[in-house]
């Protein structure tokens, strides 16, 4: 397992406190977080065989991210190969599947959250940071991004910016979109 993030220690640290409570004084979903926590922190310790599994997961997670830097990515070609990294990705949309269903306890969900670029739906962290980046452009140039620009980086904001409007013509742009990209400093619509 890498190095503990910030966030991972804390968790450590909250569920190792809970570890040696009696479990009459905790929660279920604490008790819960334990057994996860114990497969966590210990390869050795005795726990059912899906909490091992999702720990196994968990930490092939945390192995790709420390190793490249990056979350795993999707293969873009048609079927899939079947490589260790489309393993991630399907893991991942497992996991966020299930997540969404409420189906982990609170240690699974911010051991998730502790992994370094994980996001529960990465679609919408992705169109956050882009409305981020066309804020941060007027800030710097006090005018619009292009498209036809020389900056690559101008180019990708110009763009997005012609997706929203586009999406908002076709009736397709998201209500909460579209409220935030009229809500912004420097307004997309």
Known sequence: MPAPTTALAALHAEYSDHATQSAL??????????????ADTDDSVEVESFVR???????????????HGRMPRADSTRPRPATAEQTLVDTLTYFRQVGAAGGYCSYQVRRLEAVPGFAWNPRDAQWSSMLAAHQQFWVDHQRPPRRRATDPAEVTIGRWVAQQRAQHARGRLLPEREQQLRAARFRVL
């Open 53 to 67: 599994r999702w720990t196994d997961r968990v930490h092939d997670l945390d192995d790709f991210v420390d190793k």
């Open 25 to 38: 004084t905790l929660t279920l979903d604490q008790r819960r977080g334990v057994a996860f926590y114990l």
